[in-house]
């Protein structure tokens, strides 16, 4: 937990000044994501994807960053499973969607040095009663398909 503060400070610092995506306080964190909650996610982006034609891989991280749960689409290229796990991580550690990286990027010329920092949209938050649960990263499409998939992902989760 020390080292999830510790990165979590670390980008505070770096990007409060120019980027709106970070202006807001992200939520704390809750308890972690379970087992059930983690397939109902990685369920719905399964089935984005599908609807979508997308070939992509899921993980399900817990509110520490530990992969709960993974899946992957037939034919979804390899270097997608590793991606979408360090997606899912990036969005849990450091309390907001990988999105903000991407738009953060403008005037924080520091901000790829960040130890976990993944600049690609596809990380999304788990939230529930206003807290993280957990996060889910989808990699194997364009940033925005990532997103979108795990976007569905997400919100599937009561």
């Known amino acids: 937990m020390k080292l999830q503060a510790?990165?979590?400070a670390a980008a505070a610092f770096a990007l409060a000044s120019s980027a709106p995506a970070f202006a807001q306080a992200p939520p704390d964190y809750g308890l972690p994501i379970n087992t059930a909650q983690?397939?109902?996610?990685?369920?719905?982006?399964i089935a984005e994807m599908a609807k979508n034609n997308w070939k992509m891989a899921v993980?399900?991280?817990d509110s520490g960053g530990n992969l709960v749960y993974f899946?992957?689409?037939d034919g979804t290229q390899h270097g997608s499973?590793?991606?979408s796990q360090k997606k899912a991580r990036a969005a849990a550690n450091f309390r907001r969607n990988t999105k903000a990286f991407v738009?953060?990027?403008a005037g924080n010329p520091g901000l790829p040095t960040l130890p976990g920092v993944i600049i690609s949209e596809g990380g999304v938050l788990v939230v529930a009663g206003g807290k993280i649960i957990g996060a889910l990263g989808c990699s194997g499409g364009t940033g925005a398909q990532d997103g979108v998939a795990c976007g569905a992902g997400a919100a599937a989760v009561k």
């Open 71 to 73: 899946e992957k689409v």
């Open 6 to 8: 510790c990165l979590a």
């Open 81 to 83: 499973i590793e991606i």
């Open 59 to 61: 993980s399900v991280v």
């Open 103 to 105: 738009d953060g990027l």
């Open 38 to 45: 983690a397939k109902a996610a990685a369920a719905a982006a």
